[in-house]
């Protein structure tokens, strides 16, 4: 059974970096799948930031194109979210998963708060 | 991008009642069309993907139906533990899109 597990940050400071990484088990990285990061603001809906291939091919959210990264990390069998410049509005539960719902593997999420 | 709207924002039921639950798309996603289940400190579980095709263990209260632009999620006698929030994906284009989420709660 796949699993995936979220560890953050907890807390950033404004305009620093938020960085959050998901270890995938029961399952290779390497397989074809897309991995994707969602978010949820308290008290909101839920947000697509992108996602990632095992190759590091990338699709971003327009809406946070400039300030987003993913990377996949093969030897950990983990993929990563880097997002800059971060203000309040980027706090969030961050949640991993797998882009399509046909596998529909999600993560419980890790909430990162920014503030100073 | 694709916007998704999610109709009603909350719907009040009462248990073994039907909750119908209605998703729009701002243009065709023809059948790329999920629904999720949320509910506090959870993860989101895919419910229904391809518009129709209930997820691996979703119980057969549970359907979807539509294509194109209109999409509804049915949940015939409501137990307790369907009260949560429900979203509706497009993963027609991307960026993939929800819908703003319905809360249905209990009456």
């Known amino acids: 059974q ?3 597990q979220e560890s953050g940050p907890g807390l950033v400071k404004p305009s620093g970096t938020l960085s959050v990484t998901c270890a995938v088990s029961g399952d290779s990285i390497n397989n074809s799948i897309w991995w994707s990061w969602v978010r949820q603001p308290p008290g909101k809906g839920l947000e697509w930031i992108g996602e990632v291939y095992h190759t590091g091919t990338t ?3 327009p809406s946070l194109k400039s ?3 993913m990377s996949v990390d093969k030897s950990k069998n983990q993929f990563s979210l880097r997002l800059t410049s971060v203000s309040a509005a980027d706090t969030a539960v961050y949640y991993c998963a797998t882009s399509l719902p046909t596998t ?3 993560g419980r999420g890790t909430l990162v708060t ?3 | 991008e694709i916007v998704m709207t999610q109709s009603p924002a909350t719907l009040s039921v009462s248990p073994g009642e039907t909750a119908t639950l209605s998703c729009r798309a701002s243009q065709s996603v023809n059948s790329h069309l999920a629904w999720y289940q949320h ?4 993860a989101p579980r895919v419910l229904i993907y391809h518009a129709s095709t209930r997820a691996t263990g979703i119980p057969a209260r549970f359907s979807g139906s539509g294509s194109g632009t209109e999409f509804t999620l049915t949940i015939t006698s409501l137990q307790s533990e369907d009260f949560a929030v429900y979203y509706c994906q497009q993963y ?3 960026p993939l899109t929800f819908g703003g989420g319905a809360k249905v709660e209990i009456k």
Do not use: A, E, M, T
Request: charge should be positive; glycine fraction near 10%.
């Open chain 2, 92 to 94: 027609s284009n991307w």
């Open chain 1, 2 to 4: 796949v699993q995936l």
């Open chain 1, 59 to 61: 699709n971003y959210n």
């Open chain 1, 67 to 69: 300030r987003v990264s």
């Open chain 1, 114 to 116: 920014v503030s100073s």
């Open chain 1, 104 to 106: 529909g593997y999600w």
């Open chain 2, 39 to 42: 509910k506090p400190g959870q």
